[in-house]
C-alpha cells in the first residue's frame, strides 16, 4: 500500500518505519524538502521524502500527523485529499493540571468538516511513541489495541488491517463520533504516562475473558440505574 506522512515528526516518523519495514509504500512529508528527505534517508527500506504536499499525492493512505491545524494551512490544496484515507492519530494539548474539557467535538471530527471529501479515521492516539519501539514483536504478544473509527467502513477496515501488519490489536469503535471517547481516552493514558504511571510504556488492552461457568454472584439483575 501507498502511504504518505503528513508531518514527519514523532509519530509519522515511527509509523512510517513500520510499515515501511512491512513492506508498503511511504513517502515521508515535512514542511520542506530537505526534512523529509533526511528522514527518508534516516528510514530506509526504500521510503522516499520531501514535501507534504508530495507526500499527500503519493498516498492512497495518508498518516495526518500535524495536531489542529487545518489541511488547508499545510497543503497547497485539499482537493489532493478527495476519496483518500486520513488516518488523524492527534490529541489535544494537555492543559495544566490535565483539568480536560469535555469533548463535544473531537479532532477527528473538525478535520473532517474541513476536509470532506476525504475518508477520516481515528487511530493510533492511545500510547506513547516509545511503544512503537516493540512493534511487531514483542508488542504482537501483549494484545495492545488500537482503537479506530470512522464512517467510512471500508476505510476503517483499511486502517484495522495496518494497525494489525505492525503487531496491534485493531479494535473497530464504528463511526467517527465515537472519536471523542476514543480521544478521551488519548487523555486518560497521558495521565497514566505523564502524571501517574511516569512510564511511556503504559497502554491499555481490551480483552475479551471467558464466560463464568455459572453465576454464583446472582447474575445480572434489572435495575433502573444499569
Known amino acids: 500500500m501507498k502511504i504518505g506522512i503528513i508531518g514527519s515528526g514523532n509519530m509519522g516518523r515511527s509509523l512510517g518505519l ?21 528522514i527518508a534517508e534516516f528510514v530506509a ?6 514535501t507534504n504536499d508530495q507526500a499527500a499525492n503519493f498516498g492512497d493512505v495518508l498518516l495526518y500527523t500535524v495536531r489542529g491545524i487545518n489541511p488547508a494551512e499545510v497543503l497547497t490544496s485539499i482537493e489532493v485529499l478527495s476519496g483518500k484515507i486520513l488516518i488523524d492519530c492527534n490529541n489535544f494539548e ?5 483539568a480536560f474539557s469535555p469533548i463535544v467535538q ?27 519501539e516493540l512493534a511487531p514483536s514483542p508488542l504482537f504478544d501483549y494484545h495492545v489495541s488500537v482503537f479506530i473509527c470512522g464512517d467510512d467502513t471500508q476505510a476503517r477496515q483499511t486502517v484495522m488491517q495496518l494497525a494489525q501488519d505492525i503487531g496491534f490489536a485493531a479494535v473497530d469503535c464504528g463511526e467517527l463520533r465515537h472519536a471523542r471517547l476514543v480521544e478521551g481516552l488519548g ?3 497521558r495521565l497514566m504516562i505523564i502524571g501517574q504511571l511516569q512510564n511511556p510504556y503504559a497502554t491499555i488492552s481490551v480483552n475479551i475473558l471467558p464466560a463464568a461457568s455459572a453465576q454464583r454472584l446472582g447474575g445480572r439483575q434489572p435495575s433502573e440505574l444499569s
Open 18 to 38: 513500520l510499515w515501511a519495514e512491512q513492506g508498503h509504500e511511504v513517502f515521508f512529508g515535512a514542511r520542506t524538502k530537505e526534512k523529509g528527505q533526511s
Open 45 to 50: 527500506n526504500g521510503t522516499q521524502g520531501g
Open 94 to 98: 494537555i492543559p495544566t493540571g490535565f
Open 106 to 132: 473531537s479532532l477527528a471530527e473538525k478535520l473532517a468538516a474541513e476536509v470532506p471529501n476525504a475518508k477520516v479515521v481515528k487511530a493510533f492516539n492511545t500510547m506513547a511513541q516509545e511503544v512503537f
Open 187 to 189: 487523555d486518560f493514558i
